[in-house]
């Protein structure tokens, strides 16, 4: 399976884990957590220290989420990568998406060996943003400049 074909399987998924999600309003995560929520999915907050995220009741890990779900993005640090594929994989979840913008965001070499260990297939570090249809122009530019550097998924 291509990369682009990972992105676009993991957006068909319109419930999913949504795992770092800041409890601050103002943090990127919760601007893209909105945008999931406009563009008609169903983000399941994960968050072992809040209750609720944008009106939607988290959840302290994977396995409690009911009904269960086949897709996770992390947002989160790489050194916690690892841990997190492994409870994805005792949950069932079968497709990840390791955000990133900039710098090395929530992928580590280690959580991808662990995907295809377990037969999951991850998305190594994008923005959604840059795939979402109409996004805002900074994402549109975003998308342009990795299209014409040769960096954006085929």
């Known amino acids: 399976m291509t990369q682009m074909e990972t992105v676009r399987e993991f957006l068909a998924q319109k419930r999913f884990a949504f795992v770092g999600v800041s409890r601050q309003s103002k943090d990127f995560s919760r601007a893209l957590f909105r945008e999931f929520q406009a563009r008609q999915y169903d983000p399941i907050p994960v968050h072992p ?5 944008e009106g939607v009741r988290c959840v302290a890990r994977l396995k409690e989420i009911e009904p269960p779900v086949e897709a996770a993005l992390l947002m989160t640090s790489p050194s916690i990568s690892n841990v997190l ?3 994805c994989a005792e949950a069932g979840i079968k497709n990840i998406w390791f ?3 900039c710098g090395q965001g929530a992928v580590s070499a280690e959580a991808l060996e662990n995907c ?3 037969g999951i297939a ?3 570090g994008e923005c959604p943003f840059m795939f979402f249809q109409a996004a805002g122009w900074f994402h549109r ?3 342009a400049i990795r299209k014409i550097t040769g960096t954006y998924p085929r």
């Open 99 to 101: 955000y990133r913008s």
């Open 141 to 143: 530019l975003h998308g």
């Open 85 to 87: 594929v492994r409870e």
């Open 49 to 53: 220290e809040a209750a609720e995220i």
């Open 116 to 118: 295809q260990a377990h």
């Open 122 to 124: 991850a998305v190594p």
